[in-house]
């Protein structure tokens, strides 16, 4: 006989059916990933938008505290200037 058996060809044929399935079905897993991402990345936006920004500091009042208005040192209650850059507080 010439070519290839028939086990060799029947398990052949049965790859490319697979390969051909998992082809067809590839954009809608590829569109699920996109998606997915798209959603996270919208909900970090929303988080993002939401949060404090980087300079700004939730702190409770201390009432011990008072804070420079120039450069944002803390300074005890008592002070008049600050200790930090010198001026009135």
Do not use: W
């Amino acid at each position: 006989m010439h070519g290839l058996p028939d086990g060799v060809i029947f398990f052949l044929s049965i790859l490319v059916l697979i390969y051909g399935i998992l082809m067809f079905l590839l954009p809608f897993f590829v569109f699920q990933i996109r998606n997915q991402i798209i959603k996270q990345n919208q909900l970090l936006e929303q988080i993002a938008a939401n949060t404090r920004k980087p300079g700004t500091q939730r702190t409770a009042v201390d009432p011990l505290i008072k804070r420079c208005s120039s450069c944002g040192a803390k300074n005890r209650r008592q002070d008049h200037t600050c200790m930090s850059c010198g001026k009135p507080i």
